[in-house]
């Protein structure tokens, strides 16, 4: 009797916030999976539940080094590469660092799944593409000119995607990410996220400062409508929705000014006195882009793609995380 093999798939940046929810999912889902990651920004406390499977590898490597990346994707069957440096201020602050990782890092994870032959390179790809276009809701194949460093690397990953397939026949599926958010979203340094470091703030009874008037919105994404997006991405049969990208997101958007409201709502449930925690404004940050909403409709028409969880479904269930995981 033959034994049938699991299926391999490799997640670069796996010890990151998206990245090891990633690997969590897909361990559950019996896949034999790998990490590949250089604990830039990730955190070895992300991969505690993993690395007690026997299932699962971790490579510590970078994706600079194109020997670290021939060595990662060997017999892999799906790569997930979501390693990178995020973060729009980061870039602005150190374009190179983040051209060398998002972009030559990109290529080479690009080079080696190609020149290995996986089956499929699915990558994190960016709402900052969609850079000063102002038309809304955004649709794929409507962008605008780049707003920051950050915004070209992700939308040069695109085209180099694209090439690839083009060129080299890899299959390829770019997923546009807006605002993630979720469990092991880190809530510290200097370039986190709004919503981890609002609800620490909140927490602590520290008033956070929102950039701007508050009315810039956005289109929020829990972390388990991104799996689902990366399980259908690699899984999906269908040769019309492959070599091309999809908005990933819930589809529908909130300010800032609301988003601090549903903090401050759902977080006084542990803690009253959060309810009457000042909030401070200050001036708007370079490079942001004042509203984001995406159309969903070619996820749902082509990956048959149905998020499960709203801005309020999603927080509920982080907060729930975040207060059991970090408070003091
Ligand atoms: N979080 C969001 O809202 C969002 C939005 C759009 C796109 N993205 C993209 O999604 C991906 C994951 O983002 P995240 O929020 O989980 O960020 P994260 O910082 O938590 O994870 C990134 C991971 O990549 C690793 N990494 C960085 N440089 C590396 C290198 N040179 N070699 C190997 N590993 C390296 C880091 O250590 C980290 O574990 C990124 O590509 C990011 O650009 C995220």
Redesign the pocket.
């Known amino acids: 009797m033959e034994i049938q093999r699991k299926l391999k798939v490799l997640i670069?940046?796996?010890?990151?916030?998206?990245?090891?929810?990633l690997c969590e999912h897909f361990l559950s889902k019996g896949y034999s999976v790998i990490c590949?990651?250089?604990?830039?920004?990730?955190?070895r406390h992300?991969l505690a539940a993993c690395v007690q499977n026997e299932n699962f590898r971790l490579i510590e490597?970078?994706?600079?080094?194109l020997d670290?990346c021939r060595n990662a994707v060997e017999g892999v069957d799906y790569v997930l590469?979501?390693?990178?440096?995020?973060?729009v201020p980061r870039s602005i602050k150190d374009p190179i660092t983040t051209n060398?990782?998002?972009v030559s890092?990109f290529l080479n994870m690009l080079t080696a799944s190609s020149d290995a032959k996986v089956k499929r390179f699915v990558?994190?790809?960016?709402?900052?593409t969609y850079g000063d276009s102002e038309g809304l809701p955004k649709v794929e194949d409507v962008i605008g000119k780049p707003l920051s460093p950050?915004a070209i690397?992700?939308y040069v990953n695109e085209l180099y995607a694209e090439i690839f397939s083009r060129t080299y026949g890899i299959e390829t599926i770019g997923?546009?990410?807006?605002?993630?958010?979720g469990r092991?979203?880190?809530p510290n340094g200097a370039y986190a996220?709004v919503i981890p470091k609002f609800v620490m703030q909140l927490m602590n009874l520290e008033s956070p400062i929102i950039n701007g008037d508050g009315n810039y919105s956005r289109d929020f994404?829990y972390i388990d409508n991104v799996i689902q997006m990366n399980e259908l991405a690699i899984t999906a049969t269908n040769k019309s929705a492959v070599n091309t990208v999809y908005n990933?997101a819930f589809g529908d958007r909130n300010t800032l000014n609301n988003l601090i409201n549903y903090l401050k709502k759902y977080l006084s449930k542990y803690d009253s006195r959060i309810a009457d925690v000042l909030i401070e404004y200050g001036p708007n940050r370079m490079g942001d882009i004042p509203h984001s909403l995406a159309s969903i409709e070619k996820a749902k028409l082509l990956l048959e793609y149905n998020p499960k969880f709203s801005l309020e479904q999603g927080l509920q269930e982080a907060i729930d995380w975040y207060w059991v995981n970090l408070k003091k």
């Open positions: 670069t940046g796996g010890a990151g916030f998206i990245g090891s929810n590949l990651d250089n604990f830039a920004t990730g955190h992300n490597g970078d994706i600079r080094n670290d590469h979501q390693a990178a440096l995020g973060s060398d990782v998002n890092g990558y994190a790809a960016s709402s900052s950050y690397t992700k997923l546009r990410y807006f605002n993630v958010f092991k979203q880190d996220a994404t990933t």
